[in-house]
């Protein structure tokens, strides 16, 4: 077996140049441990090993411009391709050929994405959870934490037999440039002895984010891999949100409320609109560790509150039809309670898909003081969740005939107690008025 980027192909041999890697860190040494220390214990890491990648004797190079390898030509489907852009060695995707034959035709792959200047963050140890990032400063609500590409992106669906999971993982990180290989080999492998998935495929399990490709609407997200965005914990009323903006292929983390120095930043890594025990099933099953965030360590009678109004704001979601804005029979006020409910219970993110809910029900009542003072709200939440560039907060300030950026503007100058609400008034009242007319086409227009 050949080290690198040498492969077979076709019974001749393809050397391929490895591209350089940008703004990724030299690190030529990868010593990683066999598994992670046993919880709370920093001490007692396991022998580090060194982890190696190798292109194996069962990949074939399908193309050269773009470049693509059969993982394992020996695998019945034809669904383990591996495509490494040539312009960029940290990155590879794993997936079917027509995916990554279309893959190959992203421009935005081409343009750099670089994370934000002077990271507000370190990551060092949180204890029994391994490392973890952490603020170096102040972070205000909604600014933006990181942005980054992933180094790795799978079909999640991908079935690899397996006899043959050891040469497929390693065959595709093979192709990465060596900086990126020892990133990946630094990411924590929590996997419990009882388990027996292999090194890579536990470091994989472990780590992996989701990315939602609208180019490809019907297929499930991307599981993918980043060196700093997976080194955020868990926590069941995080104080940030990871999303994936396909229109840079890049992973994002915003504030999602204000984050004092020193505080570790985290993230939700499941439904949290479901009691601590579904949580903590959920969490055990899927990441190995059980949940011991100040949330699920509530005495018994505040987790029992914390509990019911979860599971109230889920039942809520999960009588939303597909593409529905509410439940049919859903009242404003009902809604506003579970808005506050979510509020307290840290849940961002529930906060604004029922804000916008509630929204719709104002329009559908005809209450525009509600639905003003609504709208402003969704506008803040979606901030914080997506930023003042993304699509939805784009939409929302298109509503009131506004650009992004004016509405940012407007946003930042003021609190919700401050605002100028004849900024949005002037709008919703033509609407009113558009309502009126069309119902009564003899009303004056002025
Ligand atoms: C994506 S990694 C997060 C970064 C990781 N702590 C590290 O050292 O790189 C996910 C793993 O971190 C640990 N972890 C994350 N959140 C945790 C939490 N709230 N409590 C305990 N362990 C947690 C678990 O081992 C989990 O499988």
Redesign the pocket.
């Known amino acids: 077996m050949k080290r690198g980027f040498l492969t077979k192909a076709n019974g001749r041999i393809a050397q391929r140049k490895p591209p350089s890697v940008g703004q990724l860190p030299t690190n030529a040494q990868v010593q990683i441990p066999e598994k992670?220390a046993p919880?709370g214990d920093e001490s007692m890491s396991a022998q580090p090993r060194e982890l190696e990648f190798h292109f194996s004797e069962v990949c074939r190079l399908y193309s050269e411009n773009p470049y693509i390898i059969v993982a394992d030509y020996r695998l019945s489907s034809s669904s383990c391709f591996l495509y490494l852009p040539s312009e960029n060695a940290g990155m590879v995707f794993i997936d079917s050929l027509d995916s990554v034959q279309a893959i190959s035709t992203w421009q935005v792959l081409k343009e750099p994405c670089r994370p934000p200047p002077d990271l507000p963050f370190v990551?060092r140890s949180?204890g029994?959870?391994?490392?973890?990032m952490f603020a170096t400063r102040p972070i205000a609500r909604g600014a933006l934490i990181m942005r980054e590409r992933p180094v790795y992106a799978s079909h999640p669906t991908l079935s690899v037999g397996s006899d043959q999971k050891h040469s497929f993982y390693t065959s595709a990180l093979a192709g990465l440039a060596p900086a990126t290989q020892a990133v990946i080999a630094s990411?924590?492998n929590?996997q419990p002895v009882t388990s027996d998935v292999g090194h890579i495929r536990g470091i994989l399990?472990?780590?992996a984010?989701g990315a939602k490709i609208p180019q490809m609407p019907d297929a499930p997200p991307f599981a993918v891999l980043f060196e700093h965005l997976?080194?955020?914990?868990?926590?069941c009323a995080p104080n940030a949100h990871y999303g994936f903006c396909s229109e840079s292929f890049s992973g994002r983390l915003f504030a999602v409320r204000s984050i004092a120095e020193g505080e570790e930043i985290?993230i939700g890594?499941t439904d949290l609109t479901t009691k601590r025990a579904a949580r903590r099933e959920h969490?055990e099953a899927k990441?190995?560790?059980?949940?011991?965030?100040a949330t699920c360590s509530l005495p018994p009678a505040h987790l029992v509150e914390s509990d019911a109004r979860r599971e109230a704001i889920g039942k809520y979601f999960a009588l939303m039809k597909k593409g529905e804005r509410y439940p049919q029979g859903a009242s404003l006020d009902q809604v506003k309670e579970l808005i506050i409910w979510a509020e307290e219970e840290g849940l961002v993110e529930a906060a604004s898909i029922l804000c916008i809910s509630a929204l719709r029900l104002a329009q559908r009542d005809d209450n525009y003081s509600e639905e003003l003072k609504l709208m402003v709200s969704a506008m803040n939440y979606i901030r914080a969740i997506e930023g003042n560039e993304s699509l939805g907060f784009a939409t929302l300030a298109a509503r009131v005939g506004l650009s992004a950026e004016q509405l940012a503007a407007i946003l930042d100058n003021g609190t919700p107690e401050t605002y100028d609400y004849g900024h949005f008034e002037g709008l919703l009242a033509s609407r009113a008025r558009g309502k009126a007319m069309s119902s009564n086409p003899k009303l004056p227009g002025n």
């Open positions: 992670d919880a990551i949180s029994a959870k391994g490392l973890g990411l924590r929590a399990i472990t780590n984010l997976c080194r955020a914990n868990h926590d985290t890594y969490l990441f190995w560790f059980v949940c011991e965030c």
